[in-house]
């Protein structure tokens, strides 16, 4: 299972810049103070209002539609790639688009299958940028109060004795935007305990499109 080893830039607070204008106030010539006032709102007016260091980076998201199943026939699970948002405007990235990345989400459907134990979770689902040189973990924790701000429920971990359906989304932090994205899920070999039988590992890919 590869991990992520590429560091992200640190997030710096923006300074604001803000203009001051002092009025000299004079007891003769009040028509020459009216024209002085009239000048000095003009030229405050015309000064460009400063960007809030908070504000969502500018770009409008885009949802595709994916729309494939991944079968897993060892587990028994299912997992279905439903769509995936391009350009998400993150306050909490900003520093990472405005640097040339992308946030993407994914949204998945998991029907796992119940006759082993063990999870599904965002760590089974990797993302990558350069047409599957490198893959990168998602880091979804980072982003949970934006997507719920935004009506997506993050992806809990799934337990397999659990059973039933379950839908949530994923937030992969990309730091080089590309047209399309290669979306990995990989679960791991394993022996089955109390008897010599083992587990093949399992891995399948997807294709995230152009938005």
């Known amino acids: 299972m590869r991990t992520r080893t590429t560091v992200r830039t640190c997030r710096l607070a923006a300074v604001g810049l803000s203009l001051g204008l002092a009025l000299t106030m004079t007891a003769c010539g009040s028509e020459d103070t009216d024209s002085d006032a009239d000048a000095a709102v003009e030229v405050e007016s015309s000064a460009p209002a400063s960007e809030s260091p908070s504000a969502a980076p500018a770009g409008a998201e885009t949802e595709v539609k994916i729309g494939k199943t991944l079968k897993d026939p060892d587990m028994g699970d299912t997992i279905e790639v439903v769509s995936a948002v391009r350009d998400f405007p993150s306050t909490e990235e900003a520093d990472l688009i405005a640097e040339g990345g992308e946030v993407v989400l994914l949204q998945v459907k998991i029907k796992p299958g119940t006759e082993y134990g063990g999870r599904i979770s ?69 022996k089955v305990i109390g008897s010599d039988k083992t587990i093949a590992e399992f891995t399948e890919q997807v294709e995230i499109p152009a938005s």
């Open 122 to 190: 965002e760590g089974n689902f990797e993302i990558s940028w350069d047409n599957g040189g490198d893959f990168e973990s998602s880091d979804t924790r980072l982003m949970t109060e934006e997507l719920t701000a935004a009506k997506r429920t993050p992806l809990e971990d799934v337990q397999r004795r659990d059973g039933g359906e379950h839908t949530g989304w994923i937030a992969f932090q990309v730091e080089e935007k590309a047209d399309t994205y290669l979306i990995e899920y990989e679960r791991d070999g394993a």
